[in-house]
Nanobody, 124 residues
């Protein structure tokens, strides 16, 4: 399995920005799609964004389109999630997922490894 460590979460006002990072260990990082999911209090975990192994393809959930950008640096074994124009409804624990079988509309079960999550809180 790939070990994942997320960082970059925090408290931000509505309209602000945050950049999440996910550092991965393991030689297989660059061979797989990566993704970000989130889970708000009392809700199920939901998909946010995914990126292909090369970084050439990305896919976003509707709430993230136009505001979030996923990217990766395979030389650094790191995937990022740039979040702009944040809204209170973006408040959640954000999870990085690795060893993905695909980047297009992936499900939780398509990923083999998960990070512990980083809290993002957006105040109104």
């Amino acid at each position: 399995q790939v070990q994942l460590v997320e960082s970059g979460g925090g408290l931000v006002q509505a309209g602000g920005s945050l950049r999440l990072s996910c550092a991965a260990s393991g030689r297989t990082f660059r061979n797989y799609a990566m993704g970000w999911f989130r889970q708000a209090p009392g809700k199920e975990r939901e998909f946010v964004a995914a990126i292909s192994w090369s970084g050439g393809n990305t896919y976003y959930a509707d709430p993230a389109k136009g505001r979030f950008t996923i990217s990766r640096d395979n030389a650094k074994n790191t995937v990022y999630l740039q979040m702009n124009s944040l809204k209170p409804e973006d408040t959640a624990v954000y999870y990085c997922a690795a060893e993905g079988r695909g980047w297009y509309a992936p499900k939780d079960s398509d990923f083999g490894s998960w990070g512990q999550g980083t809290q993002v809180t957006v105040s109104s």
